[in-house]
């Protein structure tokens, strides 16, 4: 039997762009096989013991605390119920997570993708996570995704300046994997502080994940999207919608249809919240 060719570093690369590695988590290799640096062994003082009187010395290595590790998961949810509880506006809820470290994919992103569009929008769209050209750019759906949102927005009459969009989480996860639970659970303080400040009179919840996440139903996107919700802000009730992810339209092309469907509703709804007076 002949052996296949080794395999080159284009094949390599084009195998890791494939998987969704498309990123460096540093710009200089680790050699995480060579011997550890020598530990500091800590003297003793003149005038003690003799060294056979003397209990042996057991080195103590100089360690300087990480300020790339992220806190026990539960510790950072508190700290983000918190942080979101005391932000008055916007501004300050993005400086709050410009700082916040308790999300590891924060030292993993490139920077934070908080939202684009009007703070006082009447219709709030919220996704999952960035990609790789939201993390690029800093802004959620920018890419190909964020192009079929914008026609999308346009086919009820809108421009993107006239919404508000946001992800449930902020920074994206390396290889634009799905984020654990304890990541959404760490994030969701924030991104409900966002929708609460905001103060939208209708939620698009798009995808799975940002459904269930947000609107708490376990059932799959095919049986909850074109359903109204009632969404809790803390201060009001907010009417919410699911329906398809961008991405997955892309996919799929087919459902396309079922998302009209869903954008004619959201449409109405308001075009009924216009009618009155909006809520504070």
Known sequence: MTAEPAPTVRD?????????????????????????????????????????????????????PRADIAPPPDIAIESAREAARTAPTLEALRTLLDSFDGCALKFTASRLVFADGNPQARLMFVGEAPGRDEDIEGLPFVGRSGQLLNRMIAAIGLKRSDVYIANVIPWRPPGNRTPTPQETQICLPFIKRQIELVNPD??????????????????????????WFDYDTGTRTVRAMATFHPAYLLRSPAYKRMSWLDLRAIAKALEQSAAAPRQA
């Open 12 to 64: 390599l690369l084009a195998f890791y762009l494939e998987a969704g590695v498309d990123c460096a988590l540093g710009d200089e290799p680790i050699d995480r096989l060579s011997a550890p640096d020598q530990p500091v062994v800590t003297l003793a003082p003149e005038g003690s013991p003799p060294a056979a009187a003397r209990q042996p010395l057991k080195p103590t290595v100089a360690t300087a």
């Open 202 to 227: 209708v939620i698009v919840t798009l995808g799975n994940p940002s459904t269930q996440t947000l609107l708490r139903v376990r059932e799959g996107i095919m049986k909850t999207r074109g359903k």
